[in-house]
């Protein structure tokens, strides 16, 4: 069972940025879409920002202009990168790999925007 891994979360102070990485513990094949969700205490899991294996990219109006998703297929890795971040970015990450065999879900990292 092919896994996904995420690393790159932790404390920063409102205006910093931060840089999260997921990788499959094995190659999936046939990637349709890569994307990144997060789940703020108290409330529902949200798309953050996704993208497609024509590298069309789609972002929450929150984060536009701020965050940048970016993938390699080949590798089944996925990348987003948080700028300008905000007190309100604090969340749990979950990166999402979706082919025809199914959806893959990481465990989740922790980014916390505090001062």
């Known amino acids: 069972q092919v896994q996904l891994v995420e690393s790159g979360g932790g404390l920063v102070q409102p205006g910093g940025s931060l840089r999260l990485s997921c990788a499959a513990s094995g190659r999936i094949s046939s990637i349709n879409a890569m994307a990144w969700y997060r789940q703020a205490p108290g409330e529902q899991r949200e798309l953050v920002a996704a993208i497609t294996i024509g590298r069309s990219t789609n972002y929450a109006d929150s984060v536009k202009g701020r965050f940048t998703i970016s993938g390699i297929n080949a590798k089944s890795t996925v990348y987003l990168r948080m700028d300008s971040l905000k007190p309100e970015d604090t969340a749990v990450y979950y990166c999402?790999?979706?082919?025809?065999?199914?959806?893959?879900w990481g465990q989740g990292t922790q980014v916390t925007v505090s001062s």
């Open positions: 999402n790999i979706r082919s025809p065999y199914g959806d893959y």
